[in-house]
């Protein structure tokens, strides 16, 4: 019993340690079956400790865990309020559903001999994730961001064609930029403040906002996230990215990578710097509004015009990016909680389509998937057609889906803050939602003519993955109380006036 | 069958969706997949007939089924124009069905089980959407409506059907996205509640200026209703089957927009606050331009099921106008305009497919003579028409009688002069139909001068139909009493 009590305890970093020693385990196992089931164990586990920490902060409030025994400031600290642990329930939710489909799409799209070194960049991404989600400490967020990019980098690398690296690369270079970009900030931040834990440093921060340092700081910190996260016009690596990955690590960068860079934003804007009652004329929310709304637009109207499904939907998670940052950047409880909720709401979408777009590469060949190569899917493969166009009405949100309660809140915010020209920009980007996905319904649904393709549907695996995530999107668009009672305590949290000194 | 209110409307969306499993699941026999339709619609039609009682006693039956969002529930609640609504989709339905039946036989359409699915789920909907008690729960059902109806615009899969579709799905989404859901997001945020509450919930929370716009935003929104210049999408939706076009875009989907209009007019606005703000108004001259507009095309029209399709175009500008009259007469007179036009212009298409089912003819200038060898289609035609037009002794003319006392009440006087031209219209471009067949001599000698009826399957629906219009003239009172316990309430 007490030792039970005592692992309770250790949950916070068990979270981050399970997959961390996960990973070598999968280099020495090399069995490619046995690599599976354990990262899909090590996810499960780290799902299971995510749903019980949120089931001690909904009613019990942050949770703070002294890494080491060294008490914070000085010790490094993972501090776990609601809209972490939200993440990290969103994070390990979509790692988990995804994987349990990854076996044979990645048996047949990796080379046998490297599949556990995949599988242990997988944990180690998700190691990342999940450190960045619940560390305290800046410096530290910083150690996670890395490990996680690093082992995207070489996830991307391992897509079938040759192109892949060049993506790769492209990845690596912006990446790492932005990395560094944050590293500076946060070399600043500590100059400033003479501190690294982000609470700390949101105490101690008022006095000295004003000071060029600490702007220059949260400019470094703001373009660092922006391009983790892909806000246009720091977007060009993520449609190369997304299309030359495995299509199963597509699915997991497109419900894991940007939202949890999106995570990194929100703490920086508003857990560390809070410009509300600064006094400051800084037309930092403005900026990333205006951001949102061209990424909602422009990418849009790109996802429209293109032919290859993979980098359609790279296309359309970009517009869904700025709906994420639109939200944020209202700077109100609706507005947060909206971006925090279509968070969880995107990945869960987006994950279903990419796997539905791996279920049909698997019995297709090839890499990269065009809109013609549709054509008599509802034929042969009526389930997958069924999840397509179920993760389609999501992005465009229609009623019953995910994706309306998260643009119902979002359009809530919206008018809430009176700002009506982002609601026509809002609306305009779900009218080119419909044509870009009804152009992949009507591929889907077209006839074959003479040629006759014979497809069967995917391995049960692959099904059980798309259908969990469909259910998940379903669910989600009939009942998102829960989540929204959730969000709405996480972003009250955050902008609570306490959060930060008022000067 | 003695089920609690509550029960019993859930039951209503319920009972659709489960035939839809159904039939998919008896896909590889036909016979008995038709039998599913046919007993799913006549349980469907029993079902919401024990609604009617309660609802008659003055019962609002509702019941919650679960919140979306804090505050934002998927709600059912039936009030007396749902019953009425609910009433005339379902019981149609099982006509339909048997007319579906002889038509897709007779004509060997493809994807026959698609299409049986389709429909059910399309009444389903149609139950959520009479039955709702909100706004939300109302676009869950309307925008399930336009999905669920898609495949069956494109029923054909050929270039034609799949351009219609796009126009179909196009202006139906664009109106609802950048229309509706604004407006119901604003509703929510300016009054608090979504609900639908006698006499509205808008009043004393908005300005009159912003409930214009915002009753603008709903009357263009609700795509469904056809308002000009959003109309577009119902010729378009001609491609389809018959049997689609004639429950689905005379009855179920069209009524689902005006009746989205009535129910926000009445139940969100409040016709008290719709009057005195003056928020109808302009929505009003809209309404009366579409009406004369879409006669004047109808008339130009020589294809059959195009003509129809903009006479419905104009037919449904009745009811808005009847909404847009903010008078409760005005609103009565709509909302039996919705079953008078409902079991008229269902006759008159399944007229259109059974011409196309025996003489594979399309065109109104080849139907000369063809009274003779298709007589009783002919004669249900001719009677129909005169429904619609309002002649006694045909249901019809107790919509345009409400209407006209609703738009004196109103006083408005050249309402009653538009009626008038609009009946006039209607003459020239219906009756045209039915003279043709039967006093024009035949263009070609060819036939024999027997009768050749298309099969009984098609031809006993569409004559229980127009025996439906004439019923309705004699014996109005059980729509008038829904109606008078609406009135009252």
Same mark, same amino acid.
């Given at each position: 019993m007490t030792g039970l009590a005592l692992l309770l305890e250790q949950l916070p970093a068990l979270q981050v340690v399970l997959p961390l020693l996960a990973a070598p385990v999968c280099v020495l196992l090399r069995r490619p079956n046995l690599v599976w089931a354990l990262s899909c164990l090590t996810s499960l586990g780290c799902l299971g400790i995510a749903l019980t920490l949120a089931r001690q902060i909904y009613p019990h409030g942050v949770i703070s865990y002294a890494m080491g025994g060294w008490a914070p400031p000085f010790g490094i600290e993972y501090r776990l309020d609601e809209l972490s642990v939200f993440m990290l329930v969103v994070v390990s939710l979509a790692a988990s559903l995804v994987l349990i489909g990854a076996r044979q799409s990645i048996q047949r799209e990796i080379p046998a001999d490297r599949i556990h070194l995949l599988y242990a960049a997988v944990l180690l991404m998700l190691t990342g994730s999940l450190g960045i989600i619940s560390t305290g400490d800046a410096f530290n967020l910083f150690v996670f961001l890395e490990i996680a990019s690093l082992s995207t980098y070489a996830l991307v690398a391992m897509g079938r064609q040759r192109r892949a690296l060049v993506a790769a690369f492209q990845y690596l270079v912006l990446g790492t930029i932005g990395g560094t970009f944050i590293l500076i900030g946060v070399g600043l931040l500590y100059m400033m403040t003479g501190t690294l834990n982000m609470q700390d440093m949101a105490e101690r921060l008022p006095p000295v906002l004003h000071t060029t340092t600490a702007l220059a700081a949260l400019a470094f910190l703001v373009i660092g996230a922006a391009l983790k996260?892909?806000?246009?016009?720091?977007?060009?690596?993520?449609?190369?990215?997304?299309?030359?990955?495995?299509?199963?690590?597509?699915?997991?960068?497109?419900?894991?990578?940007?939202?949890?860079?999106?995570?990194?934003?929100?703490?920086?804007?508003?857990?560390?710097?809070?410009?509300?009652?600064?006094g400051l004329n800084l037309p930092l929310n403005d900026v990333l509004a205006l951001l949102a709304v061209a990424a909602m637009l422009f990418a849009s109207y790109v996802a429209v015009r293109q032919q290859e499904v993979k980098r359609l939907l790279a296309w359309s998670s970009l517009a869904q990016i700025g709906y994420i940052v639109l939200g944020l950047s209202l700077a109100t409880s609706a507005g947060l909680a909206a971006s925090t909720l279509h968070i969880l709401n995107h990945a869960v979408i987006k994950a279903g389509l990419f796997v539905a777009v791996a279920a049909v590469l698997f019995r297709q060949g090839g890499s990269t998937l065009q809109l013609a190569d549709l054509a008599g899917l509802s034929r042969g493969m009526p389930w997958t057609t069924a999840a397509i166009i179920a993760g389609g009405l999501g992005l465009i949100g229609v009623p019953l889906t995910a994706g309306f309660v998260s643009k119902w809140a979002l359009l809530q915010a919206l008018i809430e803050s009176g700002t009506w020209l982002y609601v026509a920009a809002l609306l305009a980007s779900s009218l080119l939602a419909v044509i870009y996905v009804w152009r992949i319904i009507e591929a889907c649904t077209a006839s074959t003519g003479d040629r006759d393709i014979q497809r069967r549907e995917a391995p049960l695996g692959l099904q059980l993955s798309i259908w969990a995530l469909v259910a998940m999107n379903l669910y989600l668009g009939i009942n998102s109380s829960p989540g929204m009672r959730l969000a709405t305590e996480a972003s009250g949290r955050l902008l609570a006036p306490t959060a930060g000194v008022p000067l | 069958m003695s089920f609690e209110p509550a029960s019993a409307m859930l039951?209503?969306?319920?009972?659709?969706?489960?035939?839809?499993?159904?039939?998919? !699941?008896?896909?590889?026999? @036909?016979? #008995?997949?038709?039998?599913? =339709? $046919?007993?799913?619609?006549?349980? %469907? /039609? +029993?079902? *919401?007939?024990?609604?009617?009682?309660?609802?008659?006693?003055?019962?609002?039956?509702?019941?919650? !089924?679960?919140?979306?969002? @804090?505050? #934002?529930?998927?709600?059912? =609640? $039936?009030?007396?124009?749902?019953? %009425? /609504? +609910?009433? *005339?989709?379902?019981?149609?339905?099982?006509?339909?069905?048997?007319?579906?039946?002889?038509?897709?036989?007779?004509?060997?359409?493809?994807?026959?089980?698609?299409?049986?699915?389709?429909?059910?789920?399309?009444?389903?909907?149609?139950?959520?959407?009479?039955?709702?008690?909100?706004?939300?729960?109302?676009?869950i059902g309307y925008e399930v409506l336009t999905f669920s109806t898609y495949p069956l615009v494109t029923h054909k899969r050929n270039a034609e059907a799949r351009a219609g579709g796009r126009t179909y799905l196009g202006v139906l989404l664009f109106t609802s996205i950048a229309l509706l859901l604004p407006a119901i997001v604003a509703v929510w945020y300016l009054a608090g509640t979504i609900e639908f509450r006698d006499g509205g919930v808008l009043q004393g929370m908005v300005t009159p200026a912003t409930a214009t716009a915002l009753f603008a935003l709903f009357l263009f929104g609700t795509g469904k209703a056809a308002l000009m210049p959003f109309h577009r999408w119902l010729p378009a939706?001609?491609?389809?089957?018959?049997?689609?076009?004639?429950?689905?875009?005379?009855?179920?989907?069209?009524?689902?927009?005006?009746?989205?209009?009535?129910?926000?007019?009445?139940?969100?606005?409040?016709?008290?606050?719709?009057?005195?703000?003056?928020?109808?108004?302009?929505?009003?001259?809209?309404?009366?331009?579409?009406?004369?507009?879409?006669?004047?095309?109808?008339?130009?029209?020589?294809?059959?099921?195009?003509?129809?399709?903009?006479?419905?175009?104009?037919?449904?500008?009745?009811?808005?106008?009847?909404?847009?009259?903010?008078?409760?007469?005005?609103?009565?007179?709509?909302?039996?305009?919705?079953?008078?036009?409902?079991?008229?212009?269902?006759?008159?298409?399944?007229?259109?497919?059974?011409?196309?089912?025996?003489?594979?003819?399309?065109?109104?200038?080849?139907?000369d003579g063809m009274g003779r060898v298709m007589p009783f289609t002919f004669g249900a035609f001719l009677v129909a028409s005169l429904s619609i037009i309002g002649l006694p002794p045909m249901g019809g003319t107790w919509s345009?009688?409400?209407?006209?006392?609703?738009?004196?009440?109103?006083?408005?006087?050249?309402?009653?002069?538009?009626?008038?031209?609009?009946?006039?219209?209607?003459?020239?471009?219906?009756?045209?139909?039915?003279?043709?067949?039967?006093?024009?001599?035949?263009?070609?000698?060819?036939?024999?001068?027997?009768?050749?009826?298309?099969?009984?399957?098609?031809?006993?629906?569409?004559?229980?139909?127009?025996?439906?219009?004439?019923?309705?003239?004699?014996?109005?009172?059980?729509?008038?009493?829904?109606?008078?316990?609406?009135?009252?309430q």
């Amino acid at each position: 019993m007490t030792g039970l009590a005592l692992l309770l305890e250790q949950l916070p970093a068990l979270q981050v340690v399970l997959p961390l020693l996960a990973a070598p385990v999968c280099v020495l196992l090399r069995r490619p079956n046995l690599v599976w089931a354990l990262s899909c164990l090590t996810s499960l586990g780290c799902l299971g400790i995510a749903l019980t920490l949120a089931r001690q902060i909904y009613p019990h409030g942050v949770i703070s865990y002294a890494m080491g025994g060294w008490a914070p400031p000085f010790g490094i600290e993972y501090r776990l309020d609601e809209l972490s642990v939200f993440m990290l329930v969103v994070v390990s939710l979509a790692a988990s559903l995804v994987l349990i489909g990854a076996r044979q799409s990645i048996q047949r799209e990796i080379p046998a001999d490297r599949i556990h070194l995949l599988y242990a960049a997988v944990l180690l991404m998700l190691t990342g994730s999940l450190g960045i989600i619940s560390t305290g400490d800046a410096f530290n967020l910083f150690v996670f961001l890395e490990i996680a990019s690093l082992s995207t980098y070489a996830l991307v690398a391992m897509g079938r064609q040759r192109r892949a690296l060049v993506a790769a690369f492209q990845y690596l270079v912006l990446g790492t930029i932005g990395g560094t970009f944050i590293l500076i900030g946060v070399g600043l931040l500590y100059m400033m403040t003479g501190t690294l834990n982000m609470q700390d440093m949101a105490e101690r921060l008022p006095p000295v906002l004003h000071t060029t340092t600490a702007l220059a700081a949260l400019a470094f910190l703001v373009i660092g996230a922006a391009l983790k996260l892909a806000l246009l016009p720091l977007h060009i690596w993520l449609p190369n990215a997304y299309t030359f990955a495995p299509s199963m690590i597509s699915a997991l960068l497109a419900a894991i990578s940007t939202k949890v860079a999106a995570y990194v934003l929100i703490r920086f804007v508003y857990g560390i710097y809070d410009l509300r009652w600064s006094g400051l004329n800084l037309p930092l929310n403005d900026v990333l509004a205006l951001l949102a709304v061209a990424a909602m637009l422009f990418a849009s109207y790109v996802a429209v015009r293109q032919q290859e499904v993979k980098r359609l939907l790279a296309w359309s998670s970009l517009a869904q990016i700025g709906y994420i940052v639109l939200g944020l950047s209202l700077a109100t409880s609706a507005g947060l909680a909206a971006s925090t909720l279509h968070i969880l709401n995107h990945a869960v979408i987006k994950a279903g389509l990419f796997v539905a777009v791996a279920a049909v590469l698997f019995r297709q060949g090839g890499s990269t998937l065009q809109l013609a190569d549709l054509a008599g899917l509802s034929r042969g493969m009526p389930w997958t057609t069924a999840a397509i166009i179920a993760g389609g009405l999501g992005l465009i949100g229609v009623p019953l889906t995910a994706g309306f309660v998260s643009k119902w809140a979002l359009l809530q915010a919206l008018i809430e803050s009176g700002t009506w020209l982002y609601v026509a920009a809002l609306l305009a980007s779900s009218l080119l939602a419909v044509i870009y996905v009804w152009r992949i319904i009507e591929a889907c649904t077209a006839s074959t003519g003479d040629r006759d393709i014979q497809r069967r549907e995917a391995p049960l695996g692959l099904q059980l993955s798309i259908w969990a995530l469909v259910a998940m999107n379903l669910y989600l668009g009939i009942n998102s109380s829960p989540g929204m009672r959730l969000a709405t305590e996480a972003s009250g949290r955050l902008l609570a006036p306490t959060a930060g000194v008022p000067l | 069958m003695s089920f609690e209110p509550a029960s019993a409307m859930l039951l209503a969306v319920l009972l659709p969706l489960a035939g839809a499993g159904l039939i998919a !699941l008896c896909h590889r026999w @036909p016979n #008995l997949r038709e039998t599913v =339709t $046919l007993v799913t619609a006549a349980a %469907l /039609f +029993a079902n *919401v007939l024990t609604l009617v009682g309660p609802v008659l006693e003055g019962i609002r039956p509702d019941l919650l !089924l679960i919140e979306i969002l @804090p505050g #934002l529930g998927l709600r059912l =609640t $039936l009030e007396p124009l749902g019953m %009425l /609504f +609910a009433l *005339v989709a379902s019981g149609l339905w099982i006509v339909n069905s048997v007319y579906s039946i002889g038509y897709m036989r007779g004509n060997n359409e493809q994807h026959q089980t698609g299409f049986y699915v389709c429909f059910a789920i399309a009444l389903a909907a149609t139950q959520l959407l009479a039955m709702s008690g909100n706004l939300l729960t109302l676009l869950i059902g309307y925008e399930v409506l336009t999905f669920s109806t898609y495949p069956l615009v494109t029923h054909k899969r050929n270039a034609e059907a799949r351009a219609g579709g796009r126009t179909y799905l196009g202006v139906l989404l664009f109106t609802s996205i950048a229309l509706l859901l604004p407006a119901i997001v604003a509703v929510w945020y300016l009054a608090g509640t979504i609900e639908f509450r006698d006499g509205g919930v808008l009043q004393g929370m908005v300005t009159p200026a912003t409930a214009t716009a915002l009753f603008a935003l709903f009357l263009f929104g609700t795509g469904k209703a056809a308002l000009m210049p959003f109309h577009r999408w119902l010729p378009a939706a001609m491609v389809a089957p018959t049997p689609v076009s004639a429950l689905l875009h005379a009855v179920a989907v069209v009524k689902a927009g005006v009746f989205t209009v009535t129910k926000v007019a009445v139940y969100i606005f409040g016709l008290d606050f719709l009057s005195v703000s003056g928020a109808a108004a302009p929505m009003l001259w809209v309404a009366v331009f579409t009406l004369l507009a879409a006669s004047l095309v109808a008339l130009s029209r020589d294809n059959l099921k195009a003509r129809l399709a903009y006479s419905t175009v104009s037919q449904l500008a009745y009811i808005v106008l009847g909404a847009s009259l903010a008078t409760s007469m005005g609103v009565a007179g709509g909302a039996f305009h919705l079953v008078a036009h409902a079991l008229g212009k269902i006759t008159l298409f399944f007229c259109a497919g059974a011409i196309y089912t025996a003489m594979h003819k399309t065109q109104v200038s080849e139907l000369d003579g063809m009274g003779r060898v298709m007589p009783f289609t002919f004669g249900a035609f001719l009677v129909a028409s005169l429904s619609i037009i309002g002649l006694p002794p045909m249901g019809g003319t107790w919509s345009k009688w409400l209407l006209m006392s609703g738009a004196a009440d109103a006083g408005l006087t050249i309402v009653l002069a538009v009626l008038a031209i609009s009946s006039l219209l209607n003459i020239v471009y219906l009756l045209e139909i039915p003279m043709r067949g039967f006093l024009r001599p035949p263009a070609q000698t060819g036939g024999n001068g027997g009768i050749r009826e298309a099969p009984l399957l098609c031809v006993a629906p569409l004559c229980l139909t127009a025996a439906g219009c004439v019923v309705l003239f004699f014996y109005p009172q059980p729509v008038l009493m829904l109606l008078d316990t609406w009135r009252l309430q």
